[in-house]
């Protein structure tokens, strides 16, 4: 199934006096690191087995750029379709990447009959600006493998705007680039302020942008983790649940539930304006999603 496809099936629902329409579930997973002996994948497919009941349209699998992690994914998506007999979508990074590279990627996903693929730039190893590289940025991977296959493309964007970017028109114009080239929708970076996330959909719209965009939600798990992710990428977080997060920093059990509450209430507050989707960033655990994914009504298959 295309993402068009997947995605399409928001709008069939029928929104009734008494129920909203849900949204389309998908989660995102990483390649466990140091895990020789199989035992973080194991239980990374244990997470997934739970999480499975909440029927994800599919699962995400996060691409290393520098190589770190390129290695296992393969195996780890064979492992997720035959072990669970889940949808796959791999990330796919092109920088660095030389177009035969790429060409070979592409042909061993398909091999799997993988039907979907997050296309995106990647950020550029520390220290190298102008990796040798056939792409500079995922609009042309978006091209390419267009013009190399039938997959559904997904590409990233930014509701705050991308770090390397500091013009917010510039930054729409060329997530613009990346869906006139093919993608049939957009994940956003996590964020935690749902009024920036609307004024990015609008301004999207306004540019002509007309594929759904999938909010990313991150459940809040780890005081210190958390703040290592914040450093990454541009993220604004509101006064009230930082207080909230540093008065529960040592406290980790804690630093949990606030993060489960706020989750609850921000895709509580998504739904209500009929988003077409929601794609969480799972950490690899389901521990914090599950509370979310019941304080919400997600169905729960049996
Ligand atoms: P691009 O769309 O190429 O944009 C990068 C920058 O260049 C932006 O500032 C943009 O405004 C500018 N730009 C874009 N096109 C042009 C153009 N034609 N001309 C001039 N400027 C342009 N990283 C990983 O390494 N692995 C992953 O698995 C991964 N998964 C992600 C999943 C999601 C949902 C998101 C939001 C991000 C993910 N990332 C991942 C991070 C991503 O690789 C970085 O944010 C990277 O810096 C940008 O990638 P991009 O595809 O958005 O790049």
Redesign the pocket.
Known sequence: MTLREIYSRHSEQKNSRFSQKMPIISF?I?PPKNDADGTKLQKLLGHLDILKKYAPAFI???????GTTQTNSLEIIQHIKKDLDLKIMP???C?GSSKEQVECYLKEIQDLEIKNI???????PDGLHAPNSDF??????VSFIKSKTDLSIG????PE?????EDFS??IK??K??VNAGSDAV???MFFDNDKFFKFQELAKDVGIDVPIIP?ILPIMNYKQFEKMLSM?RVSVPKSLMNQLEKYKENSDDTKKVGIEFASSQCQQLIDAEITGL?FFTLNTSSSLCPILDNLGVLVKN
């Open positions: 995102e990483f995400s699998l996060t691409y290393g750029a520098g990330h796919f990074t920088v997050l296309a995106l730039r990647g950020d550029f500079q940025y995922a609009n042309e991977l590409v990233a964007g930014y705007v991308h770090i390397d970017c510039l930054d060329n997530l680039r990346k994940y956003t970076q990313g990428a794609h």
